[in-house]
């Protein structure tokens, strides 16, 4: 676990030089993400390069509710929840590199396409979410993400989110 601040690695080298962050932890995750259990779906950010790519992982546990009724006898991790797990990923890989860290800005789904279940997530696994930039602006970004487990591709998906505003409290 990385001590440096937010945006920096270990070795000083910060993303806006085009160095890696990382490794992050939940905390950290948090502070960039709304997302909270039993949504969060990012455990850790092993590299960020800003402007690029992110690695980051999902610590599959039979522990997690979906498993209760997804499905019996068989547990297996919910596609769309593998999709989410990407996206929270890009969300990360958004929030940094736009320095919308502490803006209160929120990234939103707007469409999802391509997307491939190739092999089942089960209980135990550590799955690796690896997401890079398509296209970059200030309110819209696309990504392609791939989710891994040992190497293997489990499903792969091209996504686009708009960065927003919260909604106003009613």
């Known amino acids: 676990m990385s001590d440096a601040p937010l945006g920096q690695s270990p070795g000083g080298a910060d993303g806006e030089s085009g160095g ?10 948090m502070a960039l993400l709304p997302h909270r259990y039993p949504m969060l779906l990012v455990d850790r950010v092993e590299t960020l390069v800003r402007d690029r790519s ?5 610590a599959v546990s039979i ?9 019996p006898g068989r ?3 919910p596609g769309v929840l593998i999709v989410e797990a990407l ?6 890989l958004a929030v940094e590199s736009l320095g919308l860290a502490g803006s209160g ?4 789904f707007m469409a999802i396409e391509g997307a491939k279940f190739r092999k089942p997530v089960e209980p135990g696994v550590l ?13 819209v970004c696309k990504f392609a ?10 499903a792969e998906a091209n996504f686009t989110a708009m960065i927003a505003d919260p909604p106003a409290a009613a």
Do not use: C
């Open 75 to 77: 547990p297996i991790m």
């Open 127 to 139: 799955l690796s979410l690896e997401v890079e930039f398509v296209q970059k602006r200030s309110s």
């Open 145 to 154: 993400g791939v989710a891994k487990i040992d190497g293997a591709v489990a």
């Open 20 to 29: 890696p962050i990382g490794p992050l932890d939940v905390t950290r995750v």
């Open 87 to 92: 996206a929270q990923a890009a969300g990360v």
């Open 105 to 108: 800005k929120l990234v939103y």
């Open 54 to 58: 992110i690695r980051a992982t999902k």
């Open 63 to 71: 522990n997690e509710s979906f498993f209760q009724g997804h499905f």
